[in-house]
C-alpha cells in the first residue's frame, strides 16, 4: 500500500484563495470609505448651512424686500451661487428651505414680530418716527426650515443620507441655523423706490 502524502497547492488553489481573501478585504474597506464619506458630507451640511443663513442674512439687510426676483437671486446666491437652485451635494437644501423674518425690537430689548412696511422708503420713515413701533424692521433673521408652520415657526429640514450605511443618519436633522443681524437700508435708494 502506498503511503498517503498531503496534496500539494497548485497556483490555482492559490489564485481562488486571494480572490476570497480580495472580497472579504475590499468589502469592508468600501463599507469604512463610504461611511467615512458619509460623515465627512454631514459635518459639511452642518458648517455649510451656518454659513447660507449668514449669507442670506448679511444680503437681506441691504436688499429691496419687496422685490421678489431679488429676494430669490439673495436665497440662490446665499446657496454657494448654485445655479440648481440647491446646495451642492445636499439636494435637499434649496431656495425654498432659507427662511427671510423681518423683525422690530421693543423698547427693552426684545425682538418682535412686526406688521412689515410696504416699501423700504416707509421703513425708512416709521423708523424715524418711532424705532420701536410695530412697522420699524430693526432686525433681520435667516433660518433654514423644512417648512414653516402657522405663526412663522420653523420646523427643522430632515437630512438624507447618500447610503444607509452609517446607522442613526436617516432621523438627523439639519439644524436651524438662524442668523440674527441688525437691518441696514433694506434696499433704500433716496429718490428710487419710493411707495411714499
Known amino acids: 500500500m502506498r503511503p498517503l ?6 497556483i490555482n488553489d ?3 484563495l486571494v480572490t476570497i481573501e ?3 478585504v475590499l468589502g469592508t474597506f468600501l463599507l469604512l470609505v463610504l461611511g467615512t464619506l458619509e460623515v465627512a458630507r454631514v459635518m459639511y451640511v452642518l458648517n455649510t448651512v451656518q454659513d447660507v443663513t449668514r449669507v442670506a442674512a448679511r ?3 441691504v436688499t429691496d424686500f419687496t422685490n421678489a ?3 430669490d437671486a439673495l436665497r440662490a446666491r446665499a446657496l454657494l451661487g448654485s445655479a440648481s437652485g440647491t446646495l451642492p451635494l ?3 437644501l434649496g431656495t425654498a428651505n432659507v427662511h427671510i423674518e423681518y423683525l422690530g425690537q421693543s423698547a427693552n430689548g426684545t425682538v418682535t414680530a412686526i406688521t412689515r412696511p410696504q416699501c423700504p422708503a416707509q421703513n425708512v420713515v416709521n423708523c424715524a418716527i418711532s424705532p420701536h413701533a410695530g412697522s420699524c424692521i430693526r432686525l433681520v433673521r435667516v433660518s433654514i426650515c423644512g417648512a414653516t408652520g402657522a405663526g412663522g415657526a420653523c420646523t427643522p429640514l430632515n ?3 447618500m447610503t444607509g450605511i452609517v446607522p442613526g443618519l436617516a432621523s438627523l436633522s439639519i439644524p436651524p441655523s438662524a442668523t440674527l443681524v441688525k437691518a441696514e437700508s ?3 435708494v433716496q429718490g428710487e423706490n419710493n411707495c411714499l
Open 186 to 188: 433694506l434696499g433704500y
Open 5 to 10: 502524502r498531503p496534496k500539494c497547492w497548485t
Open 90 to 92: 445636499v439636494p435637499e
Open 159 to 161: 437630512y438624507q443620507p
Open 14 to 16: 492559490a489564485r481562488g
Open 22 to 24: 480580495l472580497a472579504l
Open 59 to 61: 444680503a437681506a439687510t
Open 69 to 71: 426676483a431679488a429676494m
